[in-house]
């Protein structure tokens, strides 16, 4: 076959390959680079008869993907680059397996190697109901097709990998807490081939509960109207749009609390004793590494009240942003609430971010209210050990129990709180707004 180079620079850098395909129809290229070896070590099943036991596989470089193409045409072929300190020179590679084996085995069999992510299949190792060899690699190609190509490396001996999400165990200052309460109205229709339904839910009251930290004033809450009280809306003949009024209030009230948090930064505010400490301290509350010349001691402190929170390092004050957004969590959200709520997210051209588990049950969703703040819905059962209903029966041992449930006992009277620890006592199938 001859190809057509007309048009392309020499030497030809690699920004000018697609100008080579488009010229040529049906050739599609890879190309692949070399780089210095971090030094893979020799697996136990290899052979070491040759070799010497720990010597590194691939000492002198490994190769590496630069271009992929997504769909190999008719004419496909693969080049390597191999660069000196003035030039580069494109290498046809023949046999892509041999050249790639050495830094993955020493054993001698053929390896079938994925172009893309480099993942090997063995044709020696044959395990029941289990693919090996080339059907193996062609089902790997069906998850690695529509993702970018990488390059697995295993971490060099000696380096430590240590926990850095310092951000995320920090408490958030607002937490949402909602419910839904739904009506079951009878129906008789054929939802499928074998599938009657008979009941449709529409929900008829929601109520929410705004969760601020200690920290936070309550002079802040009055001033950004804050709800510090359960709310409660129940729907009526006038008003059967329930999960849509819910999604109104929620977002309104995200919006007040991104105000709150953007335009607040009170100074810090020390006493003596905590002063005192903070000066004593040689470590990073955190990281636990010690403070340096170049590490900084910082005093981290809360935004809202002006509170000192941890003596820290520089880059992990630096880690410690304002919270992005407000979590909403819901009881049994994946299954049942949800439902209500992603039908009604689409009042504006804001958008919506979805973590799905099936096409219609999803882990949790978010609603963008500012271009760097959003509110996002999350499932609690993800996050407790047990069922609502089941934790709470652990806490209600004896009728004496009840002060242990400090929010619930501050709405309702203690003569109330039998029946409002009750379950299923509720006549959803006789109710009608």
């Known amino acids: 076959m001859k190809s057509d180079f007309s048009d392309l620079s020499s030497p030809t850098p690699f920004s ?7 010229q040529n129809k049906g050739v599609s290229v890879n190309v692949y680079g070399l780089k210095p070896s971090k030094g893979l070590k020799v697996g136990k099943d290899d052979k070491e008869r040759k070799y010497g036991k720990g010597e590194k596989v691939g000492k002198t470089s490994v190769v590496y993907s630069i271009r992929f193409v997504e769909n190999d045409k008719a004419e496909h072929f693969g080049l390597l680059v191999i660069e000196g300190s003035e030039r580069m020179h494109f290498t046809y590679i023949s046999n892509f397996s041999r050249l790639v084996r050495s830094q993955k085995t020493f054993h001698e069999s053929k390896l079938f190697i994925c172009k893309r992510c480099f993942t090997s299949f063995d044709e020696r190792v044959k395990k029941k109901n289990k ?22 490396g295993m971490p060099v001996e000696g380096e430590v990998f240590r926990f850095n999400g310092w951000a995320n165990m920090q408490r958030y200052p607002f937490v949402i807490y909602d419910d839904f309460e739904a009506l079951l109205e009878k129906q008789a229709e054929r939802v499928g081939a074998s599938t009657d339904g008979i009941h449709v839910h529409h929900p008829m ?3 929410y509960f705004v969760k601020a930290s200690v920290d936070v004033p309550v002079e802040l809450l009055d001033k950004y109207d804050i709800p510090q009280m359960p709310v409660v809306y129940r729907g009526s003949d006038s008003r059967k749009e329930v999960a849509k009024h819910f999604i109104a209030s929620v977002t309104a009230l995200a919006t007040r609390l991104y105000g709150l948090l953007k335009a607040t930064n009170v100074p810090i505010l020390m006493s003596v004793d905590e002063i005192r400490v903070h000066n004593a301290k040689s470590v990073c509350d955190m990281c ?9 001691k910082v005093a981290d402190h809360c935004y809202l009240s002006g509170r000192l929170r941890h003596t820290l390092c520089s880059p992990c004050n630096l880690k410690l ?21 992603v039908t009604n997210l689409c009042y504006d051209k804001e958008p919506i971010k979805v973590i799905p588990n099936t096409k219609e049950n ?5 609603k963008r209210v500012k271009p760097n703040f959003s509110v996002r819905f999350l499932n609690s059962c993800r996050f407790m050990a047990s069922s609502l209903a089941e934790l709470a029966g652990n806490l209600l041992r004896n009728p004496d129990d009840f002060d242990k449930f400090r929010e619930t006992t501050k709405e309702f009277q203690p003569t109330d709180m039998p029946l409002v620890m009750q379950k299923d006592v509720f006549s959803y199938e006789y109710s009608v707004f």
């Open 16 to 22: 000018e390959i697609h100008i080579f395909e488009r």
């Open 131 to 152: 693919f090996c060899g080339n059907e193996a690699l062609q089902q790997h190609m069906r998850l690695c097709g529509p993702n970018k190509p990488i390059l697995p």
């Open 205 to 207: 009251s929601y109520g």
């Open 288 to 296: 636990k590494l010690a403070f340096t010349e170049s590490v900084c």
């Open 321 to 341: 942003v304002t919270p992005k957004f407000v979590p909403c969590f819901l009881n049994n959200l994946l299954k049942y609430d949800a439902h209500f709520i």
């Open 362 to 366: 999803y882990i949790s969703f978010s």
